[in-house]
């Protein structure tokens, strides 16, 4: 289901705000690919979390034709 949203709603969105991890963790839900290509990094605010894995909270823009 969570695919299926995203796969459906991904072309239409013009602004995401996601949480970039520094890490490969287990798990068997991940953001789906997206052509990165049709976008551009707005901003980026790093950090690093008490256990010392970096993560960023990162905002990308829809480029404009």
């Known amino acids: 289901r969570y695919r299926a949203f995203c796969e459906t709603t991904l072309p239409h969105v013009d602004e995401m705000v996601l949480t970039e991890i520094d890490a490969d963790l287990d798990g068997h839900v991940h953001f789906p690919a997206w052509d990165r290509q049709a ?3 707005a901003s980026r605010e790093g ?3 008490a256990d010392g894995t970096g993560f960023a ?3 990308y823009r829809r480029r404009t034709p």
């Open 39 to 41: 976008f551009v990094e």
């Open 47 to 49: 950090h690093v979390g």
């Open 57 to 59: 909270f990162v905002t």
